[in-house]
């Protein structure tokens, strides 16, 4: 309060050993591009990618049940391909920013960072897909019973490299394929953002842990179960969707989940 703040340290490891900042993932698509002469799958450890994790995740608590899952992200077969190519190579996709370009932004795809579903996995291959595969699904009717979906880059509506119009046009288009499919009547759409397109809140956040909970984000429910009208003020923060979806398919609890937040059920109409 007394002038500019004195950053003691900068880091993308806290001294714990926790990764905060934008670590890469250690498979492509990753902004570390492959080692020279090694694994075109892979990216070069020499660039500090973090380590393939271990821990559990929602995908292995949906697994464990036998609930099918995916985790789909637009311009991923594109973005693995941009990847794979030699390390001198220019990316084409991936962090590419130039008009036009899908912008596809490595980090934001979490299941890409654990060895469980590294390249050449049958776990990679069941769970981790492209927009097309989503589109593709819905048109079927054959979506898996929990569907996670990551726009890229270009229609993220990230402040600094995207807008808000392109995104919310892709997102009502998605929202439209659902709408019109005959999963409409038995699905929950979850939309939430990171920043969105903000920086800042005049709200203080909640009393919390290490992490937080930081400024508030949009968060809109969109389905026939949903309240109508309605704006829920409980608590919640990100893993307040972990949180229902471990609630609806009696899942094992993940550890991380905040007991001080909701699951969004307080927004949602149960019936009888």
Do not use: C
């Not at 995104?167 to 009547?185: M, T």
């Not at 038995?186 to 005049?202: A, K, M, P, R």
């Not at 309605?230 to 905040?258: M, Q, W």
């Amino acid at each position: 309060m007394t002038g500019p703040p004195q950053y003691v340290n900068d880091g993308a490891v806290t001294p714990d050993g926790f990764a905060v900042n934008t670590l890469q993932p250690p498979f492509q698509p990753s902004n570390a591009p492959p080692a020279p002469g090694g694994d075109s799958r892979m990216a070069d450890p020499t660039k500090n990618p973090l380590p393939p994790q271990t821990m559990k995740t929602i995908g292995d608590t949906l697994s464990a049940k036998g609930v099918e899952w995916a985790w789909y992200a637009e311009s991923w077969d594109d973005a693995v391909t941009d990847g794979m190519q030699p390390t001198a190579a220019p990316r084409k996709v991936i962090y590419n920013a130039a008009p036009g370009a899908a912008n596809f932004q490595a980090h934001h795809h979490p299941f890409n960072y654990f060895r469980k579903y590294a390249p050449g996995t049958a776990e990679r291959a069941k769970h981790l897909k492209d927009y097309n595969d989503l589109v593709a699904q819905i048109q079927t009717n054959t979506l898996p019973a929990v569907a996670f979906y990551k726009p890229q880059g270009s229609h993220n509506e990230h402040p600094g490299y995207a807008d808000v119009l392109a995104g919310d046009v892709h997102l009502a288009d998605v929202i439209g394929k659902i709408q019109g499919s005959a999963a409409w009547r038995s699905t929950l759409i979850i939309v939430t953002y990171d920043e969105n397109g903000g920086f800042w809140d005049h709200v203080v956040p909640p009393a919390g842990d290490r992490w937080g909970p930081g400024t508030r984000i949009p968060t809109i429910l969109i389905g026939p179960m949903v309240k109508k009208g309605f704006a829920d003020h409980t608590v919640y923060d990100t893993t307040s969707i972990l949180k229902l979806i471990t609630r609806r398919f009696a899942l094992e609890p993940l550890p991380g989940v905040r007991s001080i937040v909701g699951d969004l059920s307080n927004a949602i109409d149960f019936g009888d």
